[in-house]
C-alpha cells in the first residue's frame, strides 16, 4: 500500500514537473514568435502595430534590453518621444554601455523642448543609481558568502597556526572590511531597484503646480521627454524636481516611472 502511494505521489509530481516545463517552453515560443512578428512590423514602417505587438510581451511579465530598445526605437519612429526616451531609459538601466543606445538616447533628448541646466550632484545622483539598479544581487550574494567561508577558514588557521599570524591576521581584517562593503552595496542596490527615483514626461505639455492639488497655481509647464526625480506623492500628484533644482507638483498621469 505504501509503496503504491509513493509510485501515484511520483507520477503527480513527474506529470506537474513535465506539464511546467511545456509551459515555459510554449510560452517563450510564444514570445519569440511576438518578436519577429514586431521586427516585421517595424520593418515595413507599421510602429503602431510593433509597439502594440512590443507591450503585449511587456504585459506578459517579459523584460530584456533588447524589446525595451526595440520599443523606444518604435515610439521615437512614431513621433513619441516621451515614451521613446521612457524605454531608451529602461534599456539603460539593463546595458548602460551600449553604444546604439547612447547614441539614440542622446538624439532623443536633443529633441526635448526643455533646456535644463543639470547641477553636479543631480547627475551624480543619476550616475549611482544607474550603478546600483545594474548590479546583480544574485551574484553578490554567492560572493559575499564565499569571502565569509574565507574569514572562517583564515580565523581557524590564525588560531592553530601561529607560523603564520601576521598574514593570517592581515588577510583576516582585509576579507571582514570586503564582507562588510559587500553586504552595504548589496543592501543599497536592494533599496535602489525597490524604489524607483526618476519618471519621464510622456505628455506633449504639463502644468507643474505649486500644490498637490488641480486648481493650484502654475509654477511653469513641461513637456514630454524631460526626466524628472521623484520625491513625494501626495493623492494622485508627484512632487518633482528638475535637473536645475527646481521643484513642483505634478498629476501622475503626465509621467511614467522609469
Known amino acids: 500500500m505504501k509503496m503504491k502511494k509513493t509510485f501515484q505521489h511520483f507520477i503527480i509530481c513527474f506529470f506537474t514537473v513535465f506539464l ?20 516585421e512590423a517595424y520593418k515595413q514602417k507599421n510602429y503602431s502595430k510593433s509597439i502594440e505587438l512590443y507591450q503585449k510581451i511587456l504585459n506578459q511579465h517579459y523584460e530584456s ?28 538601466r539593463l546595458n548602460s554601455s551600449d553604444p546604439d543606445l547612447k547614441h ?26 544607474n550603478f546600483l539598479n545594474q548590479l546583480n544581487l ?30 593570517y591576521a592581515t588577510l583576516l ?15 543599497s542596490s536592494k533599496k535602489s531597484q525597490q524604489t524607483s527615483h526618476f519618471a519621464i ?32 506623492k501626495v493623492d494622485n500628484f508627484y512632487l518633482i524636481r528638475l535637473e536645475n533644482g527646481t521643484e513642483g507638483w505634478i498629476d501622475e498621469k503626465s509621467i511614467e516611472i522609469i
Request: charged content about 20%; cysteine-free; overall charge positive.
Open 20 to 39: 511546467n516545463f511545456s509551459l515555459l517552453a510554449k510560452n517563450t515560443s510564444d514570445i519569440s514568435s511576438i518578436i519577429k512578428s514586431a521586427e
Open 65 to 92: 534590453f533588447e524589446i525595451y530598445y526595440n520599443l523606444g526605437n518604435a515610439y521615437f519612429k512614431n513621433n513619441q518621444l516621451g515614451k521613446a526616451i521612457l524605454y531608451y531609459e529602461k534599456a539603460k
Open 104 to 129: 539614440n538616447l542622446s538624439i532623443a533628448y536633443n529633441k526635448t523642448i526643455d533646456k535644463i541646466d543639470t547641477k553636479e550632484n543631480f547627475f551624480i545622483e543619476i550616475t549611482k543609481n
Open 138 to 167: 544574485t551574484f553578490l550574494a554567492y560572493v559575499t558568502i564565499a569571502i565569509a567561508f574565507l574569514t572562517l577558514l583564515v580565523f581557524i588557521l590564525f588560531l592553530y597556526h601561529t607560523l603564520y599570524r601576521k598574514l
Open 173 to 187: 581584517i582585509l576579507f571582514v572590511f570586503a564582507d562588510l562593503a559587500l553586504y552595504i552595496l548589496s543592501y
Open 201 to 232: 514626461i510622456t505628455e506633449k505639455q504639463v502644468k507643474v503646480n505649486s500644490e498637490p492639488i488641480s486648481n493650484a497655481v502654475i509654477k511653469f509647464n513641461l513637456h514630454e521627454g524631460t526626466k524628472v526625480k521623484l520625491l513625494q
